[in-house]
């Protein structure tokens, strides 16, 4: 499997851009002829260039507003792609993209656009070159692969192919199904882009939100199954027109890049396993057992908080590491570690962020196939050296730098190994789980990390929410195992004054914003926290005005989550009922569920007054706040 990108698909010069895509580790590059054009070097030289990085030039393009134009316009635009040929043969591009008209002079016609598109051939083939037409979503007379493909197969001519791109096929919905009747080796070349599903103008929505296949909502899948079963064995290219990625860190958005494509030729196989796909096999996506661990990075005064938070949660200290400063705190199966060891990954996380989650423990069923999907994928892998005792535990990198472990049944001894601690905790609170882990994250980066884990783990999206903060907007993105054992929310903050913000800003991008505890009666936990001098979060008197007019909850109900700082939400299935720590070391803090009859949300209804209260206690560093 050949891989390419656009170079418009990411920021730069044309030479950053080249240097990042050649690192990502595709095989070609379509020149988007604007890059090239704002670059100062010599056609020939720029080809070199990037034959030297080991790319391949697989496409020039665009060539615009060719076919169906009557004369003197018509001679004009041959005259047109002589030029672009010359440039071609300079460069050493072989195959040149030609989009369907927008231009008002165009006649239209499927015989004349393939009496056109014969000559370019014969032209082209007079060079060794070959052209390719594609159908825009809002070409003027063409916008349906359909038809590009009648006169690509009118036009008759060796030199003049297909060139098919998902958003315009899927973005106009037009059934790639359609795609399995064009012979294989008539497509010349395949684009590829995802997108969100939001009703817009189509020429808008493709400029501008185009996104990596399996960032969006298309079927982006279905189209390269369709493509592959045609016959289709060139190379797969993006083409991503996006405004966030043309700002973003161009070496970052190729890798997200590459991973995207490796990841869909893989969903291709799975899903349609008669067609043959040359990529090497990996396995699949990771089953997520649940979370085996959270561990602070902390230290001093923070950490004493810490303890005491964790204290008055329900939590006990069960064990001491055999090595290091590092302690266990369970309640349950819930697992904490608090590493207050310097000189490790832990230490340096603190030096940066202060106390905040370096680390997560992930169950899942094979460290091993885990390890080899993630690597697949072009995950960063993680080992520091193992101290006396220690168990080896593969790892990653996740977001901000940290660290995502993998255990499986053969690391079941860690804890007695290296904490001299096992079996369950005391029941304390009744915290029973951990619901979900929230990480903070600038707005840009919100992509970036859903396809991070919505390719290695078998997760999946749930749709974008609008968090109201006083001081701006959040977008939230929840990503959940289809069982919902685990669960992550994604909280894109785009201006430093929100509350998630100011997190990621007053902790230099620290990952994790806050825990969300399970537990099976928040009645009895709220009970047991408030006897053991657990601080909650206070809510206003007009949040529980507002309960009673919305909801026909029971009055006496309704007294206790007032006296008890609990939150309330309702959803098609079930019940939702939530209550929050203070924040504490500089604005992380936990929260508490219980989840009736599959409420699969996370109480998005009440962020704006859950914000505006924790907001209202200030910014609190060290100590938790009363
Ligand atoms: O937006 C455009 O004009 C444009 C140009 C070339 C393409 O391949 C494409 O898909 C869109
Ligand atoms: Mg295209």
Known sequence: MKTSIATVSIAGTFREKLEAIAAAGFDGIEIFEQDFIADEGAPRDVGNLIRDHGLEISLFQPFRDFEGLPDPLRAKAFDRAERKFDLMQQLGAELLLVCSSVHPGAIGGIDRAAADFRELGERAAARGLRVGYEALAWGRHVN???????????????NVGLILDSFHTL???????TIRRIPGDRIFFVQLADAPAIDMDLLYWSRHFRNMPGEGDLDVTGFMRAVTAAGYAGPISLEIFNDQFRGGPARAIARDGHRSLVALMDDVRRTEPALKVDLPA?????????????EFATSGAEGEALRHLLTSLGFARIGQHVAKAVTLWQQGDIRIVLNEERGDFAGSAFNVHGTSICDVGLGVPSTEDTIARATALGAELFAQPLGPGQIDIPAIRGLGGSILHF??????????TEFGASGPGPAGAGLTGIDHVAQTMTYDEMLSWSLFYTSLFDMAKAPMVDVVDPDGLVRS??????????????????????????????????????VAFTTDDIFATA????????????????????LASRFDIPPDMLARMQARHILY???STGEFFQTYSRPFAGGLFFEVVERRDGYSGYGAPNAPFRIAAQKRLGRVKGMPAN
């Open 569 to 571: 939400d309702r959803d």
């Open 171 to 177: 973005g106009r919905g037009i059934d790639p199904e």
């Open 527 to 546: 009970e047991a926290l408030a006897a053991s001098g657990f601080p909650p979060l206070p809510m206003s008197a007009n949040y529980y005005d507002d």
């Open 144 to 158: 349906d692969h359909r038809d590009a493909w009648e006169i690509v197969r009118r036009a008759d001519h060796a």
């Open 407 to 416: 255990m499986d049944e053969t690391h079941a001894q860690v804890w007695s």
């Open 477 to 514: 993105q929840a990503i959940a195992t289809p069982d919902g054992t685990f669960r992550i929310t994604l909280n894109g903050a785009e201006t430093h004054r929100t509350l998630a913000g100011t997190f990621l800003a007053d902790s230099f991008g620290a990952p994790v914003q806050h």
């Open 282 to 294: 990996l396995p699949p996506r990771q089953d997520i057992r649940g979370t085996r661990f959270i």
